[in-house]
């Protein structure tokens, strides 16, 4: 389903297949410049507790105006509406203005254990002058929010060293500084 979606807008697409479930690729060239790439994943948490489903979760339908689906939110309705942009770009505009990059895989929910072989193996692939991973949510009091950037965590390890007798009436050591 996702290499269709990218095919429809004429993306070059390519399925690589990892020691887990494969990574979607797609490309647009315009070869007007820059590069944008995107990254999206196609697994969702699980639906339990059933029960508490107005609707099938794997089924979307509309309730009051809204969707509702399993993964709506993260990550197929962000996917989505890259594509619909895409595809609505082309049909007023023709040519894209920038080169566009998808890298879309499934196991995001279980930490993606194959993206770093994936980007060691493929440089090509995820090289790009900006990338863009973001959703809307809405936050307990039903406000609509949208991220525009994710916060990650960097464990830093810095080893530093220094003149061992003192320097200007200072007191130099080596020393190890861990943070994270």
């Known amino acids: 389903m996702v290499e269709n979606h990218m095919k429809n807008i004429s993306a070059t697409v390519e399925t690589i297949h990892t020691p887990g479930n494969p990574i979607v690729y797609g490309e647009l060239q315009s070869n007007k410049g820059k590069t ?21 979760p794997f089924s979307p339908e509309i309730i009051d105006g809204k969707l509702f689906a399993r993964g709506v939110a993260d990550n197929k309705g962000t996917f989505m509406s890259r594509i619909c942009t895409v595809h609505a770009y082309q049909q007023v505009y023709g040519e894209l203005p920038i080169n566009l990059k998808f890298i879309v895989e499934e196991v995001v ?12 193996k493929y440089i090509d692939k ?10 809307g949510f809405k936050d307990v009091d039903g406000n609509l929010q949208i991220s525009l950037g994710c916060k990650e965590m960097l464990y830093v390890e810095l080893h530093a060293e220094g003149a061992i007798t003192d320097l200007h009436s200072e007191r130099a050591l080596t020393t190890n500084i861990r943070g994270g």
Request: proline share 7%; no cysteine; net charge negative.
């Open 109 to 120: 929910e279980v930490g993606s254990p194959n993206l770093e072989a994936f980007a060691d």
């Open 36 to 56: 944008l790439s995107f990254y999206n994943h196609y697994d969702v948490q699980p639906e339990d507790p059933i029960e508490l489903w107005e609707s099938l």
């Open 126 to 135: 995820i090289r790009a002058d900006a990338n863009i991973w973001e959703n």
